[in-house]
């Protein structure tokens, strides 16, 4: 039919994973996710001849604003106002350059809140009479997690899996060992309890 469409892509042997590992153990999905992308990637990252490494499982963090529309139209505020108003007051961008040692130095400026609390009280309105009202007056700020559309499971339950392959040229036995060095060095300031085991070495096949 003419409403049809497809979309071909080229897939080449490194476009598969050559090692997988399962990342477990005592630890909430939202601190294992954070353990993967924050602490385990990029060190996975940096071992020569990987190319892509991904993250699948456990619970992005996310910080959760839920309005209570009555305290909200009390200040004749709407939702878009106020996810316009957290976006200003929220900011993070460039605001300038900086000429030093022959180099251009971009300047940044933020205003990203460090946590719940914080945001919480960020001035939202203000009343008639001048004083600020904070987020936290209109409605409930939480911390949660983004909504899964997949899961990770395996033997030691909760499970965050990372899937590494090899850059085009790279050697996949050079590759797998020198990621497995990697993630046994990173391993030794995981929190008590929480393992990461090979699942998957197409090194073997080799």
């Known amino acids: ?3 049809v469409t497809f979309e071909t892509e080229r897939l080449t042997p490194t476009a598969f994973p050559v090692v997988t590992f399962n990342l477990s153990g005592a630890a909430s999905p939202t601190e294992l996710r954070e353990l993967a992308d924050f602490v385990v990637r990029p060190a996975i990252a940096g071992v020569p001849g990987v190319g892509l490494v991904q993250v699948l499982g456990g619970d992005v963090r996310e ?9 909200a139209a009390a200040l004749g505020l709407k939702t878009t106002d106020v996810a316009a108003k957290l976006g200003g007051e929220v900011a993070f961008g460039a605001v300038g350059r900086l000429d030093a040692d022959r180099m251009l130095v971009p300047v940044m400026v933020s205003g990203e ?3 719940v609390e914080a945001l919480a009280q960020v001035p939202i309105a203000t009343t008639p009479s001048g004083v600020p009202v904070p987020l936290s007056a209109i409605a409930q700020v939480t911390e949660g997690a983004v909504d899964r559309t997949s899961g990770v499971g395996g033997p030691h339950g909760e499970t965050v899996l990372l899937s590494v392959s090899r850059a085009p040229g790279a050697s996949t036995p050079e590759v797998v060992r020198g990621v497995e060095a990697a993630a046994a060095e ?3 300031s995981f929190p008590s309890g929480v393992t ?4 998957y070495d ?3 096949l080799v």
């Open 1 to 3: 039919p003419a409403t």
């Open 63 to 71: 910080v959760e604003v839920v309005l209570e529309p009555e305290r």
């Open 113 to 115: 809140v460090r946590s």
């Open 186 to 188: 990173v391993a030794k």
């Open 196 to 199: 990461i085991r090979p699942v």
């Open 202 to 204: 197409q090194a073997s």
